[in-house]
């Protein structure tokens, strides 16, 4: 799935993988590491192999480390992570001095590790991962990355791999966080590009030419006319005509799906959530026999009590379909209770709207 990363790439941004000479300063990694997290390491030995691994970050050859100790699963889960801290730092303060071909290279480290995850990595390796895959967006998606949204939807339809699913959850719901509600500078630069493309990628394609019928096709970067959300919406209804309550997986897919819709509320088209029956399918997620399911439901349903007409500049308006009271009876073993929502307050203009309606930048 990831792209052929170019000639040459390589030794730019710190040689090949397991390059002869790289053993030693990986077996030094390894015993800093044991340092470090050893409860009987005084203070300074544990102060000076801390320091040691904070310089080994600046190397030249620091990408090409990390990613031998992160992708090497037989490598302990502490070692793994710290190897993501590597490819982490050489993207977040050196990805301004690589060429297009050390950032392709780069690139294409960060997309074998995402495609590589398994049910077995632990929860805090597979989130370094997401947020890395998100670092690497924030520079050159929708610029020099064009196929992003291909290649999650190619790890979204790896079949039996609820943990892939789990990954491009993540990733999406990171996603939107950071370039809506995030203070990253990087971003900050690029954010009517990011917002566009996130408004593109997440809505379906017939509401994109409803709601905006004269707007301008900029360059492609989404994959098929579905949309995030309306993917979303379907895996959060799988889940939830599964056994939630029994079954671990479908129930960390459900609390992902709504983690998602959660950061996406805000921003999203009105009619987009409309369209894939977002509202009803979060209805139904609140019938859910568990807990977990239950609380960020209840979150999302305050968040849709502020989601009202939204204005996208001085004369034009999205209509809203879910303007009147919602009363949904919920039944559980122990209690019955009503659920009143009714979506009352208009936020302020979001400037993606405005930006998205003229056109690409």
Same mark, same amino acid.
């Given at each position: 799935? $990831?792209?052929?990363?170019?000639?040459?790439?390589?030794?730019?941004?710190?040689?090949?993988?397991? $390059?002869?000479?790289?053993?030693?300063?990986?077996?030094?990694?390894?015993?800093?590491?044991?340092?470090? %997290?050893?409860?009987?390491?005084?203070?300074?030995?544990?102060?000076?192999?801390?320091?040691?691994?904070?310089?080994?970050?600046?190397?030249?050859?620091?990408?090409?480390?990390?990613?031998?100790?992160?992708?090497?699963?037989?490598?302990?889960?502490?070692?793994?992570?710290?190897?993501? @801290?590597?490819?982490?730092?050489?993207?977040?303060?050196?990805?301004?001095?690589?060429?297009?071909?050390?950032?392709?290279?780069?690139?294409?480290?960060?997309?074998?590790?995402?495609? $590589?995850?398994? !049910?077995? #990595?632990?929860? /805090?390796?597979? @989130?370094?991962?997401?947020?890395?895959?998100?670092?690497?967006?924030?520079?050159?998606?929708? $610029?020099?990355?064009?196929?992003?949204?291909?290649?999650?939807?190619?790890?979204?339809?790896?079949?039996?791999? &609820?943990?892939?699913?789990?990954?491009?959850?993540?990733?999406?719901?990171?996603? +939107?966080?950071?370039?809506?509600?995030?203070?990253?500078?990087?971003?900050?630069?690029?954010?009517?590009?990011? +917002?566009?493309?996130?408004?593109?990628?997440?809505?379906?394609?017939?509401?994109?030419?409803?709601?905006?019928?004269?707007?301008?096709?900029?360059?492609?970067? !989404? +994959?098929? %006319?579905?949309?995030?959300?309306? !993917?979303?919406?379907?895996?959060?209804?799988?889940?939830?005509?599964? #056994?939630?309550?029994?079954?671990?997986?479908?129930?960390?897919?459900?609390?992902?799906?709504?983690?998602?819709?959660? +950061?996406?509320?805000?921003?999203?088209?009105?009619?987009?959530?409309?369209?894939?029956?977002?509202?009803?399918?979060?209805?139904?997620?609140?019938?859910?026999?568990?807990?977990?399911?239950?609380?960020?439901? /209840?979150?999302?349903? /305050?968040?849709? @009590?502020? %989601?009202? &007409?939204? &204005?996208?500049?001085?004369?034009?308006?999205?209509?809203?379909? %879910? @303007?009147?009271?919602?009363?949904?009876?919920?039944?559980?073993?122990?209690?019955?209770?009503?659920?009143?929502?009714?979506?009352?307050?208009?936020?302020?203009?979001?400037?993606?709207?405005?930006?998205?309606?003229?056109?690409?930048?």
């Amino acid at each position: 799935m $990831a792209s052929t990363p170019l000639n040459g790439a390589a030794t730019a941004v710190g040689g090949a993988p397991g $390059a002869t000479g790289g053993d030693d300063i990986l077996s030094k990694i390894h015993d800093a590491l044991n340092v470090v %997290h050893s409860p009987y390491s005084t203070n300074q030995s544990r102060q000076e192999a801390q320091a040691f691994l904070e310089d080994v970050k600046t190397l030249p050859e620091a990408p090409s480390h990390g990613f031998t100790l992160a992708s090497n699963k037989s490598h302990s889960p502490i070692l793994r992570h710290y190897g993501l @801290s590597l490819l982490e730092h050489a993207v977040r303060h050196k990805w301004s001095e690589y060429n297009q071909g050390q950032a392709e290279y780069l690139r294409g480290w960060v997309l074998q590790l995402a495609q $590589a995850v398994s !049910r077995e #990595d632990p929860v /805090y390796v597979r @989130s370094k991962v997401s947020q890395l895959w998100v670092e690497v967006a924030a520079r050159c998606w929708a $610029a020099e990355w064009m196929d992003m949204d291909d290649l999650l939807v190619q790890m979204w339809q790896v079949p039996d791999s &609820p943990v892939h699913k789990e990954l491009v959850l993540q990733i999406l719901e990171t996603l +939107s966080e950071e370039v809506f509600t995030g203070d990253d500078s990087v971003i900050a630069m690029r954010e009517t590009a990011l +917002s566009k493309a996130c408004v593109e990628i997440f809505t379906p394609a017939s509401v994109l030419v409803e709601t905006f019928p004269n707007r301008q096709v900029g360059p492609v970067v !989404r +994959s098929g %006319h579905e949309g995030w959300l309306q !993917r979303v919406c379907q895996l959060l209804h799988d889940c939830l005509s599964g #056994d939630i309550q029994n079954n671990e997986d479908i129930r960390a897919c459900a609390v992902r799906a709504l983690e998602v819709c959660y +950061s996406v509320m805000p921003w999203a088209i009105p009619k987009a959530l409309s369209a894939t029956g977002c509202v009803t399918t979060i209805c139904n997620a609140l019938a859910a026999n568990h807990v977990s399911v239950q609380k960020v439901c /209840y979150v999302l349903f /305050y968040i849709l @009590s502020l %989601h009202g &007409p939204t &204005p996208i500049n001085n004369n034009q308006r999205l209509p809203w379909k %879910h @303007s009147m009271p919602f009363i949904h009876e919920l039944a559980s073993p122990t209690k019955s209770f009503l659920i009143w929502f009714y979506p009352c307050t208009t936020p302020s203009s979001p400037t993606y709207l405005e930006g998205y309606l003229s056109g690409p930048q």
